[in-house]
């Protein structure tokens, strides 16, 4: 068996190799666009050589992990956090990294982190590329909001029907003004049947079982099903439904000492899309739902707007946690608050 720790890079990579059955030990840096990195594993392949990769969770790898697991080579991911507490030195440098993850190996310390399959992955870009679309749909029908408020036409929503747009396209504006209103009323055209195609395409995948189990509760719908069972994975991940806060970034930064409680802005950990899809979800929620309204209303009032969001967010978060794990729909008798210890509940739930 070799221990290979991998320092990697987008453009190369810094490695520590050790060999358990000779005692051999080497460091060695690998280019990626010459094949150079490409050409040692797959040499390492024809040799028969059982190989362990480890190394940093990171972006723009997936072709290396492709790689590994082409070849039947063991890949073990782990959380840069956690690697980077356990660095004694004071000293960070490329070699120094590939040292540390193989000791780690080597002493057996190595915690690997959940990783998404192929098919996990893919979807993600699905809801990814649907966001982004969203967005700049968002930032063309800001624009001509804008424009149509200047001339005295508050029209909303209305602004956008076919009795609305043909109010707005009859207005006689300067030549410049007209062609910005043209050529953004093009690209909207272009992007909507984009966006209505990706949309389809969501809820043909919301057939999963635990996809329609969450979107029985107020105010989810299949984009927030679906990322949260994507981005969770499973909630065997997780012993605790706190820890989903912690994981979508949605807890507060602390630091607090002698008896004093300094709590700041969210940590923002985890995937920024599900933080922003629960927000959206909350919202909704607090807007048909008279409990979470109340409890939404009264936040806002002690705290700020922004602060009640977040915590509503992040209750929406351990709601559909509960709900998924005990594989039970949303039930409206199921209130706000710990059900611990009462009868005929299990995990603060049904």
Same mark, same amino acid.
């Given at each position: 068996?070799?221990?290979?720790?991998?320092?990697?890079?987008?453009?190369?990579?810094?490695?520590?190799?050790? +060999?358990?059955?000779?005692?051999?030990?080497?460091?060695?840096?690998?280019?990626?666009?010459?094949?150079?990195?490409?050409?040692?594993?797959?040499?390492?392949?024809?040799?028969?050589?059982?190989?362990?990769?480890?190394?940093?969770?990171? !972006?723009?790898?997936?072709? %290396?992990?492709?790689?590994?697991?082409?070849?039947?080579?063991?890949?073990?991911?782990?959380?840069?956090?956690?690697?980077? $507490?356990?660095?004694?030195?004071?000293?960070?440098?490329?070699?120094?990294?590939?040292?540390?993850?193989? =000791?780690?190996?080597?002493?057996?310390?190595?915690?690997?982190?959940?990783?998404?399959?192929?098919?996990?992955?893919?979807?993600?870009?699905?809801?990814?590329?649907?966001?982004?679309?969203?967005?700049?749909?968002? =930032?063309?029908?800001?624009?001509?909001?804008?424009?149509?408020?200047?001339?005295?036409?508050?029209?909303?929503?209305?602004?956008?029907?076919?009795?609305?747009?043909?109010?707005?396209?009859?207005?006689?504006?300067?030549?410049?003004?007209? =062609?910005?209103?043209?050529?953004?009323?093009?690209?909207?055209?272009?992007?909507?049947?984009?966006?209505?195609?990706?949309?389809?395409?969501?809820?043909?995948?919301?057939? #999963?079982?635990? +996809?329609?189990?969450?979107?029985?509760?107020?105010?989810?719908?299949?984009?927030?099903?679906? $990322?949260?069972?994507?981005?969770? !994975?499973?909630?065997?991940?997780?012993? #605790?439904?706190?820890?989903? &806060?912690?994981?979508?970034?949605?807890?507060?930064?602390?630091?607090?000492?002698? &008896?004093?409680?300094?709590?700041?802005?969210?940590?923002?950990?985890?995937?920024?899309?599900?933080?922003?899809?629960?927000?959206?979800?909350?919202?909704?929620?607090? =807007?048909?739902?008279?409990?979470?309204? #109340?409890?939404?209303?009264?936040?806002?009032?002690?705290?700020?707007?922004?602060?009640?969001?977040?915590?509503?967010?992040?209750?929406?978060?351990?709601?559909?946690?509960?709900?998924?794990?005990?594989?039970?729909?949303?039930?409206?008798? +199921?209130? %706000? &608050?710990?059900? +611990?210890?009462?009868?005929?509940?299990?995990?603060?739930?049904?």
């Amino acid at each position: 068996m070799m221990l290979i720790g991998v320092d990697y890079h987008p453009s190369f990579q810094t490695i520590a190799f050790f +060999v358990e059955e000779t005692g051999e030990y080497g460091e060695q840096e690998l280019n990626h666009s010459d094949g150079q990195a490409d050409k040692f594993y797959r040499d390492l392949k024809q040799r028969k050589i059982d190989v362990r990769v480890g190394m940093e969770a990171t !972006g723009y790898s997936r072709w %290396f992990e492709r790689l590994l697991t082409e070849l039947g080579f063991e890949l073990w991911i782990g959380d840069p956090a956690e690697i980077k $507490a356990k660095r004694v030195k004071k000293q960070k440098f490329d070699r120094e990294d590939a040292r540390l993850l193989l =000791r780690l190996l080597r002493e057996n310390n190595f915690r690997q982190v959940w990783v998404p399959g192929p098919e996990n992955r893919d979807l993600r870009q699905l809801l990814w590329h649907r966001h982004r679309l969203v967005q700049m749909r968002t =930032r063309i029908m800001n624009p001509l909001h804008a424009l149509a408020m200047n001339e005295g036409y508050r029209l909303k929503k209305k602004l956008f029907s076919e009795q609305g747009r043909t109010q707005f396209e009859k207005l006689a504006w300067g030549p410049w003004a007209s =062609r910005r209103r043209q050529e953004l009323l093009e690209l909207l055209d272009r992007l909507n049947p984009t966006i209505e195609d990706l949309s389809a395409a969501v809820e043909r995948a919301r057939k #999963r079982p635990e +996809v329609k189990r969450l979107m029985t509760h107020p105010g989810v719908g299949p984009v927030t099903a679906l $990322a949260y069972v994507l981005i969770i !994975g499973t909630p065997a991940r997780f012993q #605790r439904g706190k820890q989903i &806060g912690t994981y979508v970034g949605l807890i507060p930064c602390e630091d607090s000492s002698a &008896g004093k409680q300094r709590l700041g802005h969210i940590t923002r950990q985890g995937s920024s899309l599900l933080r922003f899809l629960l927000v959206e979800a909350a919202q909704a929620v607090a =807007r048909v739902h008279p409990d979470w309204k #109340r409890r939404y209303v009264h936040l806002a009032m002690r705290r700020h707007k922004s602060i009640a969001k977040v915590a509503m967010a992040s209750k929406l978060a351990i709601r559909l946690y509960w709900m998924w794990r005990n594989s039970c729909e949303y039930s409206a008798s +199921v209130g %706000f &608050g710990s059900y +611990v210890g009462q009868p005929g509940l299990r995990y603060g739930g049904k």
